[in-house]
Each structure stands twice: as structure tokens, then as C-alpha cells.
């Protein structure tokens, strides 16, 4: 349910198989709502710079390019925690199902 979202600002919607990401990237911010345990709870992300969000049915990553970092959360046993990757040179993101 959707109906407590802030959409103003929004600049992208991304979805997986059972949550949503409202992306204000010009405001370095985002709301998830959705399965809290498969990427509706976005609540510990830091969301400014990121370029990107991709998404498998699980899971999403919110993706600084320029950077080379990036955040991952959802469920972490399909591509929710992506801590200790080192993202340098990364400049593409692919995703199946249940991985990154």
C-alpha cells in the first residue's frame, strides 16, 4: 500500500518482485515500502549520489558509479548485502532472479 508515499520529487520508481523504491535523486533521497525483508525498508541507506537502483526479485542496489560504491540491501542471501565488494571500475550492474 502506497497511499502514506511522498511522491513529490520522485524522479524514478523501481520495483522487485514484492517491494517498490520512490528515488528523489535530485534530493539524495528515497522511500521503499513493501516486504521490509526483501528491499521495502530502505531506512539504513544513504541514498545521495547513487545513479542508479537495480533490483532482482529480492533485493535492490542503489549504485554510485562515479564513485565506485555501492549500497545493497533486501534479502541478503540474494544480493541484500553487498558489503566488502569493492565496486571501482564497475560501470554495469546485471541481475537474475535471485543474484547480482
Known sequence: DCSGVDFSGA???YTNHVAFVA???NLGQ???WGDSSRG???SDV???GVTEI???DVAFIAFREVLGQAACWG???HG???SGIDFSGVTDIYSNNYAF
Open 11 to 13: 524522479t524514478e520508481i
Open 23 to 25: 528515488l528523489k535523486r
Open 30 to 32: 528515497a522511500t521503499c
Open 40 to 42: 521495502g525498508d530502505c
Open 46 to 48: 544513504d541514498f545521495s
Open 54 to 56: 537495480y533490483s532482482n
Open 75 to 77: 534479502a541478503s542471501s
Open 80 to 82: 541484500g548485502d553487498c
